[in-house]
């Protein structure tokens, strides 16, 4: 199977759904001719013109409310935040507006508005451009929160957006974007809700998101030559959240260790910590332990930025931490 990178999986699900449905169109800042600051929508502007490929003004709230009125008239309308940042901007209008018009209308009005930008610490982007906040739309109803961790989910993740009539947000982590795996050349959907098992284990459960998928397993192999066995799962999306199969797995192994690089305090960590503590509190051979990135705005400077996120020695040693509890 050919290997693309997570940058070309995205643009390839776009532009085939784009072919297929005349219906979806792209606001953001740079996403005509200049194809995006990722290279998100990377020429389709030839293929589809203006009036599908919208440039905006630094406007975000404007954008999105106007995505709002356009999805209730049937359209699916696309936008490209480049740094999931500056969605807080359009919060009002996002958890207010978008998320509740369905349940508002009875149903007659869907929101089919899909909302993508990128997440993460790295390349010392600063506080402003480092956010990943899926832990905070997550907690609304209305919402679908997509986090894949590679090409061949994002690619079959964002088509799965692509044909919703909720609206979603689709956050992909900078770190992972020129990243390649294999991904088929044929259609294939991925379903919301639906966790992937990375690496099966027998003595320990990790559940990682995003690049946290990737730092974990570099320890992996390491942990299996001192006699543990890691069994690795990355939800792919948060909201809904695959609690069923991380209880399958706490029920084999025993021991859970979420590894998330956003901040500790409400987070997605503590909310499977509290399903898993409640459902599968008899089959825990030890307290469940969370490993965050630290509670702080991110610094610019390489080293403290990689030392407010966990990084692969750490991870190994929580595991071990908890095997020997």
Do not use: W
Request: glycine letters at 10%; proline letters at 7%.
């Amino acid at each position: 199977m050919r290997e693309i990178t997570f940058m070309q999986a995205t643009l390839e699900a776009l532009s085939e759904e784009m072919a297929k449905n005349p219906k979806i169109f792209v606001m953001g800042e740079g996403i005509g001719k200049r194809g995006g600051n990722f290279n998100t929508t990377k020429g389709l502007f030839d293929l589809y013109g203006p009036d599908r490929l919208c440039d905006t003004p630094i406007c975000e709230r404007g954008f999105v409310g106007l995505a709002a009125g356009a999805a209730m008239t049937g359209t699916r309308p696309v936008i490209d935040f480049m740094f999931a940042d500056f969605i807080l901007d359009a919060a009002g209008e996002i958890i207010n507006q978008i998320a509740k018009i369905q349940y508002m209308s009875g149903g007659r009005l869907k929101a089919p508005v899909l909302l993508r930008g990128c997440i993460g610490i790295g390349h010392s982007a600063g506080t402003h451009h480092s956010g990943s906040y899926y832990p905070m739309y997550a907690h609304f109803p209305g919402l679908r929160v997509v986090v894949p961790s590679n090409a061949y989910d994002a690619k079959g993740l964002l088509k799965q957006s692509l044909n919703s009539n909720d609206p979603v947000l689709f956050l992909e982590h900078k770190s992972l974007l020129t990243k390649k795996c294999p991904v088929p050349e044929e259609e294939f959907l991925i379903p919301f809700g639906k966790a992937r098992i990375v690496q099966k284990g027998a003595d320990v459960t990790v559940v990682a998101l995003a690049m946290m998928v990737h730092q974990t397993l570099e320890v992996c192999k390491q942990l299996e030559g001192e006699g543990v066995s890691v069994e690795l799962i990355d939800p792919r999306t948060v909201a809904p959240m695959d609690i069923e199969t991380i209880l399958d797995s706490v029920h084999k192994t025993g021991r859970l260790l979420i590894v998330d690089e956003t901040f500790a305090p409400c987070g997605i960590g503590a909310e499977i910590a509290a399903q898993v503590n409640d459902r599968g509190f008899d089959d825990l051979d030890a307290p469940i332990r969370r490993l965050n990135g630290a509670h702080s705005p991110t610094p610019y400077s390489p080293p403290l930025e990689a030392a407010v996120v966990p990084q692969p020695d750490r991870i190994a040693q929580e595991i071990r931490d908890l095997m020997a509890e």
